[in-house]
């Protein structure tokens, strides 16, 4: 553990602008994203704290994927500011995007390995070639993650829990203080959904802050440090039992019933969605 | 067995095929490692569309230089610049897709480059072998304008090789990781250029894409990892060339055309192979 630590700080210390402590993590203001003319988000304000696990969830086409982008600093947004540890975006690199699996490639001539490597390319630096603290990095990430033994895997073999997992390594071997992880729940088996929650749990140990998008309100309640309802606008953002109220949830989704378990009662609230096969951005 | 030794060797005697087999092997390695990511990146028929669209350039050399052939790479070279990043930019600005704006473009430059053309009097000749190729036309200074600028995409390449890779496979990554992704992707669009350039006398304008891609294809089906791809793919690319010449130099087929379908031969014994291996 501690290895990955020491290098992990002082690589910061030289790549990064400095963390003022005491300053939220990622602060976003005024949020807003449009595609030609439509809005897909709408003045979107909020802080996360340093190690906090969020969950975002609302329906589709609500804009998580766009949120997580605009905060990764893929997309440029239309109005409002990204700052992480009060920098733009483009000062820090200690932020993961971990992709959606149905947007992959998963037929690129590439292995696991290389995959996990690509986090390092930040690091190294143009005309610089991988030396053996990376590959040493590379290494312990794919322990991290329990997959080792699949380091020369043609990225198509893998399983999709595997392939989440992947992604997940690549976050760490980038040395990532921040996770955006865009539904990387969705299409998974309840065994692999298990996994990932372990992960999850590691990763709070070693204090990375998470933002996770998902459409399952039952583990949004049950696993995050605090949810946010998002739909185009930011409905509501806290504790599960006070952002999940009727009202809210009813403005979010509307259509379709669901009963969620809260605080000993049940909501009913409506999840229009589904499978994983469709992109919204 | 010494005949077929005798067989080889019998062509080398002319300098032309020596020049020629040189020519194909350079131009083959230089096709295979950009046309590795021609082929991951889909980028096919814009290589087909380039390749095509540099003609009216190449017609304007010819008629200027009074049929000259020496000036004509440079002609070449700058219209094939000049295209790959015009062809990048307008189909990023208007409304209909960027296949279609390709298309439009393509075709609209490469009849301008055959009337230019058939308004000098030996044009059939000469449309031919910008067409097809004349790799059996290949002078000395040729090869060395071949090397040089062969030289220069291998180079590049190695120096970005992980940039293009994290580029290709993952874009949101690249722009996650502050890669300067404009300038990447326009200087692919110039590696491409030169090496449609440099391919031009070997196999022509209208066989191009098949050294951009059917080596890479063929690669494609048979490795899991791009530096064994690209390896793979410059082999074939390669012994194609060489194998084609050679058939071409006993059957009296087109230099060109030789060439092309021993690379599609190569990419049916691949699929052959992977469809069994599937199957097993």
Known sequence: MSTFTTPFKSMLTRHHAPHQPGTPILAVSGLTVRYSGHAALDDVTFDLRAGEQVAVVGPN??????????????????????????QGPGGHICIAYVPQRTVVDWQFPVTVRDVVLMGRIGMMGLFRQPGKRDFAQVRECLD?????DLANRQINELSGGQQQRMFIARALAQEAELMLMDEPLTGLDAPSQEGIFQLLRDLRARGVTIMLSTHDLDQAVQYFDRVMLLNRR???????????????????????????????????????????????? | MTNLLDGLIAPLQYAFMVRGLLAAVMVGVVCAVVGTYVVLRGMAFFGDALAH???????VGYLVGGGARGPLFWWALGTAILASLGIGAISKKTKVREDTATGVIFAGAFALGIALISTARSYTVDLTHFLFGDVLGVSRGDLALIAVFGAFVLLTVAAFYKEFLVLSFDPVFAATMRLPARFFEALLLVLIAVTIVVSLQ???????????????????????????????????????????????YYTGVASGAAIVLTCTACFGVAWAVQAVRRKN
């Not at chain 1, 991290?144 to 080792?148: D, H, P």
């Not at chain 1, 504790?239 to 605080?263: I, K, S």
């Not at chain 2, 669209?53 to 017609?59: D, F, K, R, T």
Request: with cysteine; glycine share 14%; hydrophobic share 55%.
């Open chain 2, 202 to 248: 070997t196999v022509g304008v209208a066989l191009m894409v098949a050294m951009l891609v059917t080596p890479a294809a063929t690669a494609y089906l048979l490795t899991k990892r791009m530096l064994p791809m690209m390896a793979l793919t410059a082999v074939i690319a390669a012994a194609s060339g060489v194998v084609g010449l050679y058939l071409s």
């Open chain 1, 61 to 86: 086409g609500a804009g998580k994927s766009t949120l997580l982008k605009a905060v990764a600093g893929v997309l440029t947004p239309t109005a409002g500011a990204v700052t992480v540890y009060g």
């Open chain 2, 53 to 59: 669209s540099i003609l009216p350039g190449v017609a």
């Open chain 1, 144 to 148: 991290l993650v329990g997959i080792a």
């Open chain 1, 234 to 281: 930011l409905l509501g953002f806290g504790e599960p039992a006070a952002v999940f109220t009727p009202e809210r949830l009813m403005a979010a989704y509307g259509g379709h019933l669901h009963l969620l378990p809260l605080n000993g009662g049940l909501v009913a609230v409506g999840d229009t969605c589904c499978g994983g096969d469709h992109r919204h951005d």
